[in-house]
């Protein structure tokens, strides 16, 4: 009888998981990226998506196995989100280590944003007082603020806690002057509406 030694190599090897979950309450369409990074294996993966709905489902799929991942958001509509926190330094970490890990959520939340511009006053307007307003007729928002000239010429404005639409429409008015509105259009039907989609504060 002969007896013969045979060998097998087996390769062992990690098995590749997946992190999903939703993106809620984004409020337009916008271009992001989801970065998945685990600092213990120095590695990590980003994924571009365009966000189109209100409810928007990701997966990022082939990843290594890790107990450190941290998951987040980028676009140029919010700040960085990241998963369960505000901030990277505070965020939870997903342990993707024997089976795929789901509900991985991101909430946008609302942010507040300003218009802010400046108001030339005439040389002989010192203390008269000017209302400049901003309405969105589509979230049927306005707010204002007064403006006095007293000292320095031009005179600086700032309409804060406005909420995300791209339809303001700036008015100044006043009883000394006719009411005007941005770029210096006359009436209401001729007014640029400004948008406070694309920044955090727009000027005038």
Not at 62 to 74: C, Q
Not at 125 to 138: C, F, L, M, P, T
Not at 156 to 172: A, E, G, K, M, T
Request: glycine letters at 2%.
């Amino acid at each position: 009888m002969i007896y013969t030694d045979m060998v097998y190599d087996i390769p062992l090897e990690k098995p590749e998981l997946e992190i999903s979950g939703i993106i809620r309450n984004f409020p337009i369409i916008c271009d992001a990226k989801i970065y998945v990074w685990s600092d213990a294996l120095q590695w990590g993966k980003q994924q571009d998506i365009i966000i189109n709905e209100s409810f928007y489902h990701y997966s990022i799929s082939n990843l290594k196995p890790a107990s450190d991942y941290i998951v987040s958001v980028k676009s140029n509509v919010s700040p960085t989100l990241y998963y369960q926190q505000p901030n990277e330094s505070e965020s939870s970490f997903v342990q993707l280590t024997d089976k795929n890990v789901t509900d991985i959520n991101f909430d946008f939340p609302e942010i507040l944003h300003n218009i802010s511009g400046q108001i030339l006053f005439p040389e002989n307007a010192q203390g008269e007082k000017i209302r400049v307003q901003a309405v969105s007729n589509k979230k049927n928002a306005s707010k204002g603020v007064d403006v006095i000239f007293q000292d320095t010429n031009p005179v600086l404005y700032r309409i804060n806690n406005l909420i995300q639409s791209d339809d303001y429409i700036v008015s100044l008015s006043s009883i000394h002057y006719p009411t005007l509105f941005f770029q210096s259009a006359l009436s209401r039907s001729m007014a640029t509406s400004v948008s406070i989609y694309d920044s955090f504060g727009t000027k005038c």
